[in-house]
T-cell receptor, first 113, second 113 residues
């Protein structure tokens, strides 16, 4: 089954700790995205990558880092510099042909202990 | 950045009623998208619109791409309990060879059986 897999579904972070959220897709899509979702604020773009080994900052990149070493994978690290990390994180991907249609994973809910 | 004004932000309706929600912007877009998000899950694409004036249906859902390219609406007819969720509009524009997608804040729909 083709799709986007995010893991884990739930993640807890201790203060001062870096945590990494996984996103894998088998849709052969070139572009991948990370969004943060807070109640009443819709989706805010953290980082995006249009091609392997390249990525760009979105609207709220501070306190986050990404890598794109493989086409299928776009992990997001929430660093200790992100002071308010509690949120629902969504990964998405899109193809070059229908680049404006993004397909989403099931999300990871990150909470701070 | 670009903004989409989505309304209403929430609505309670009786099962069987029709629902209408819309998105407006001061900017012109080349694609309008409507997604539905169930609690704790990622958004799922409902309808994609590519041409000004286009009217597209998907079962009980109908959406239109506004003639000015600055707005879109989504109608749901004869609502049922499983229509509960958050509905997002999204709009895409060319941005230096990259399809930048902007999301609305979402309309939270509650259906009373």
């Amino acid at each position: 089954d083709g799709g986007i897999t995010q893991s884990p579904k739930y993640l807890f972070r201790k203060e001062g700790q870096n945590v990494t959220l996984s996103c894998e897709q088998n849709l052969n899509h070139d572009a991948m995205y990370w969004y943060r979702q807070d109640p009443g604020q819709g989706l805010r773009l953290i980082y995006y990558s249009q091609i392997v080994n390249d990525f760009q900052k979105g609207d709220i990149a501070e306190g986050y880092s990404v890598s794109r070493e493989k086409k299928e994978s776009f992990p997001l690290t929430v660093t200790s510099a992100q002071k308010n990390p509690t949120a629902f994180y969504l990964c998405a991907s899109s193809s070059g042909r229908d680049g404006n249609i993004q397909y989403f994973g099931a999300g990871t809910r990150l909470s701070v202990l | 950045g670009q903004q989409l004004n989505q309304s209403p932000q929430s609505m309670f309706i009786q099962e069987g009623e029709d629902v209408s929600m819309n998105c407006t912007s001061s900017s012109i877009f080349n694609t309008w998208l409507w997604y539905k998000q169930d609690p704790g899950e990622g958004p799922v694409l409902l309808i994609a619109l590519y041409k000004a004036g286009e009217l597209t249906s998907n079962g009980r859902l109908t959406a239109q791409f506004g003639i000015t390219r600055k707005d879109s609406f989504l109608n749901i007819s004869a609502s049922i309990p499983s229509d509960v969720g958050i509905y997002f509009c999204a709009a895409a524009e060319d941005s230096g060879g990259y399809q930048k997608v902007t999301f609305g804040i979402g309309t939270k729909l509650q259906v009373i059986p």
